[in-house]
Structures are given as structure tokens and as C-alpha cells.
């Protein structure tokens, strides 16, 4: 495993973070959950993503028990807030941050969290409110750095310059060989002022494996097919285009030395300012390759020819 550091931090991420979005304490079963948790402290990945609202905190509930017996010192614990956990429970208020940032840590078994991020901007709280109980939460020793997930430029700047609060050292956006749209704004900001990128769905829901052909139907066991998963898998991403295109890319991988999971991941990683990739794994062997991801290294040649495959179908 390779490790970058996570912005302006003494954290040091593996390329590679698990996730429990969509899966644990939710789509995959408990002790196969459990087993991946475990394969990936094994295999050196020492970052674990996840946030209250997955499950309405069932995620937060099986890391916090996978976790038992576990060195605290040998991970580093990410975890979100701002989607409603109850009809009157949701968003970045000065209450709601303290309330949630309990909650999180009595699910997950632990007194404090590396990284606390805002799960999305919250448009009904003043910044300077959210920015100030995010302040409080880091003094307290309860969290040790801030982030966020999906906030628009002009809101990341606006929180930059505010005085005598803490300020944020990740952004979490959705980015993959299929969703680039951080590399027009998002990634050069972040990357002049101390802030790394930590990728959601580097594999585009899955599509980038390969496992999807155009014109069939999913694998019985893919997220695709599962009703508990896939909710966030668009006509976009399954368009036969696009899994058309994918499969395209099946002679690149193969001679980068890689699986398609792998060519994907390595292709965020290309990006200096990634500092991790999430991955979503059901199986332990999901991820060991993707792990395989970390330290490899994509020719300008072999990039080059990835956006001729794509691109025209990204136009399409």
C-alpha cells in the first residue's frame, strides 16, 4: 500500500480508503462486511470512510463493532453529517453538529474521528455557525480535522476567508474516469490552499469494473441488481454507450498490467491533489484488487488513449 498526505494535516491516507456507503450495515451481509473491514487493515489500508446517515447510522454501528480490538492509533476514522437522521434532526446547525457528532462517535466505538466532513453545504445555517461548532468540535479533541463533501467553490472560499476558525484540509467529490467535473474548479482551488481530494465512487457505481455488458442484464450479484443499492445507479452510467465503452477499455488495463477496477482507480490517482480513493467492496477479494490499485502509474501514452475511448462517449 502507498500513502499521500491528507492536506494540510500530519495525516498520512492510503491511496486506497474502504467505504460503507450503500453497503455495510446495509446491502452486504454482516460478518462478509465484518471480513472486509478486517482484509482491508490487513492489506495496509488505514483510512475508513463512512457518515451517520448510511443506514441511518447502521454503518457507524457495524465499523464501530468490526473495529473492536482494533489499535486505535493504526487507522484513521472519517465520518459525516448533515442529512436528516430524523424528521427534525438534519443539517450543519451549531445543535446538530454537537448532537450528531455524539451520536457518530458512540456508533463507532471511539472518542474522537480523524476527519469530520459536512456531508453537503447546508444553506440554512449561516457558514459562520457551521464554522464555528466545527471549530468547537476540534477543540474539544473530539475531532482532529474538517472536511467536506460536494460544496460549491464559491462556499469553500467563503469559509477559507472567515477568521478564527479551523479550516478544512479535504473535500470529498464524486470523480471517476466518467464524472471529472472537480477538475474545472474544485481540484485547482483545492490543491493552492492546502485542501486534498478524497474520491467517492472512483469506480462509477461499479460501472468501471466491466462487470456490466451492454445489452444484458446485470450480474445477479452486482449492485446493480440489488434494490437495497442501487438507487444511485442512473440510465446514464448504464447506458449500452457508455458499457460499451468500458469494454473498450479491457485492452488498456490488460496492458497497464491491470484489472479494469485498477486502471480506474490508478487514473484518479494520477490526480496529485487525491489524496485517497473510496472504494465500496462486498467481498474481500473486491478489496484486495483494488487495492492492487496503489502505486501504479499510467503512462501518458495509456491516458491518452483511455480519452480517445471515452470522450466520445461522454459527448454522447
Known amino acids: 500500500m502507498e500513502y499521500r498526505k491528507l492536506g494540510n494535516s500530519d495525516l498520512n491516507v492510503s491511496e486506497i480508503a474502504l467505504g460503507s456507503w450503500l453497503t455495510y450495515g446495509g446491502g452486504v451481509e454482516k460478518e462478509r462486511a465484518i471480513s472486509c473491514v478486517r482484509t482491508a487493515l490487513d492489506i495496509g489500508i488505514n483510512f475508513i470512510d463512512t457518515a451517520n446517515i448510511y443506514g441511518r447510522g447502521a454503518a457507524e454501528t457495524l465499523l464501530g463493532e468490526a473495529l473492536i480490538g482494533v489499535p486505535r492509533s493504526s ?6 453529517a448533515f442529512f436528516p437522521m430524523t424528521a427534525t434532526d438534519q443539517g450543519l446547525s451549531r445543535a446538530q453538529i454537537k448532537k450528531q457528532l455524539d451520536n457518530s462517535l458512540a456508533r ?34 473530539k475531532v482532529r480535522y474538517i472536511g467536506f463533501s460536494e460544496w460549491p467553490v464559491d462556499k469553500i472560499k467563503a469559509a477559507a476567508a472567515l477568521p478564527n476558525v479551523t479550516k478544512f484540509i479535504s473535500s470529498q467529490p464524486q470523480y471517476s474516469m466518467l464524472w471529472r467535473s472537480p477538475e474545472a474548479e474544485v481540484i485547482p482551488y483545492c490543491a493552492k490552499n492546502g485542501i486534498s481530494q478524497i474520491v467517492w465512487s472512483p469506480l462509477a457505481q461499479g460501472v468501471l469494473t ?107
Request: with cysteine.
Open 210 to 316: 466491466g462487470k456490466y455488458k451492454p445489452g444484458a442484464a446485470p450480474p445477479a450479484d452486482s449492485r446493480a441488481a440489488s434494490n437495497d443499492m442501487n438507487g444511485f445507479m442512473g440510465d446514464d452510467l448504464m447506458s449500452d454507450t457508455i458499457l460499451e465503452a468500458v469494454q473498450n477499455l479491457a485492452p488498456v488495463a490488460k496492458d497497464a498490467g491491470l484489472t479494469l477496477s485498477q486502471l480506474a482507480l490508478a487514473w484518479v490517482l494520477r490526480e496529485p491533489n487525491v489524496a485517497s480513493a473510496i472504494i465500496g467492496a462486498s467481498r474481500p477479494e473486491q478489496v484486495k484488487e483494488n487495492a492492487g490499485a496503489a502505486g501504479k502509474k499510467l503512462s501518458p501514452d495509456l491516458l491518452a488513449r483511455i480519452d480517445r475511448i471515452l470522450q466520445p462517449a461522454l459527448a454522447a
Open 75 to 80: 487507522y484513521i476514522l472519517a465520518t459525516k
Open 108 to 141: 463507532l466505538k471511539t472518542d474522537y474521528v480523524e476527519l469530520y466532513q459536512c456531508h453537503r453545504y447546508d444553506k440554512n445555517t449561516p457558514l459562520e455557525e457551521t464554522m464555528e461548532a466545527l471549530t468547537e468540535a476540534v477543540k474539544s479533541g
